[in-house]
């Protein structure tokens, strides 16, 4: 079986609503071409992205667990969306790598579950390349440092996603040298009690972005068995 393309794209540095609005356009040209039955050569994407200071409420998020006031909010230069992933809410900003994979699973598998589980190898392979062993925490999307040890869990990358007629947008945001302060200000992803940190902070030294975003895309690529290009 010969492997799907994904088209690579890392967009830099941009604002939340920019990258919002290219997902939505690159998922409804997939969707689009569905609805007209040309299912043949619909395009991959797996676009990398930094976000100026954003938080993002998922569609089942809860507003109290955003827990700092508008004003001191836009004080601090910090956007927010409701948005139509699933999850709860989270940060996005400076330091960190949000992944955006627009894939037709249909040219891959039609399980969701699956593309999740399949999202959280790619993050806890790239960690095993800095000898850091994570993992996932039952009942929990997104990627874990000690999820068994009471008092000690720590969620390193946050996961949410939407798909429509089996295309995939959103995606994971990997902490790599983000200010973990400004979490200070949620109820990350609704989970009370659990700390949040980054690959920095694991490693007591800051990392060079393009270095991770370099394992990431080895990863992905060996993970779901794609052509990138």
């Known amino acids: 079986m010969s492997k799907a393309s994904v088209i690579y794209r890392n967009l830099g540095r941009l604002d939340y609503k920019t990258a919002w609005d290219l997902q939505e356009t690159l998922l409804q040209q997939g969707v689009a071409a569905k609805q007209e039955g040309r299912t043949e050569g ?26 700092i006031s508008e004003e001191e909010r836009e004080e601090k230069g910090i956007e927010f969306f409701k948005i139509n992933r ?22 891959f598998y ?9 999202l959280e190898e790619v993050i806890i392979r790239t ?13 929990e999307t997104g990627v874990w440092i000690e999820p068994d040890v009471p008092g000690r869990e720590r969620k390193i990358c946050a996961m949410g996603v939407r798909c429509s007629r089996w295309i995939t947008m959103h995606g994971f945001a990997f902490n790599i040298n983000t200010d973990l302060n400004y979490f200070n200000y949620i109820v990350p992803c609704g989970i009370q009690n659990k700390s949040v940190t980054s690959l ?4 007591g030294r800051e990392v060079p972005v393009a270095e991770v975003q370099e394992k990431l895309l080895g990863h992905f690529a060996a993970v779901f068995g794609a052509a990138i290009v």
Not at 42 to 61: C, D, Q, R, W
Not at 200 to 203: D, F, H, N, S
Request: zero cysteines.
């Open 127 to 139: 960690l095993a390349d800095y000898g850091i062993a994570a993992g996932r925490s039952a009942g």
């Open 200 to 203: 920095q902070q694991e490693l």
């Open 86 to 107: 699933g999850g709860d809410i989270t940060f996005h900003g400076p330091g960190q790598i949000v992944g955006y994979p627009i894939l037709d699973l249909e040219q």
């Open 42 to 67: 619909i395009a991959n994407y797996f676009l990398m992205v930094e976000h100026p200071p954003v938080y993002t409420l998922g569609k089942s998020g809860k507003m109290e667990h955003v827990l």
């Open 110 to 118: 039609t399980d969701i579950g699956r593309y999740l589980r399949e």
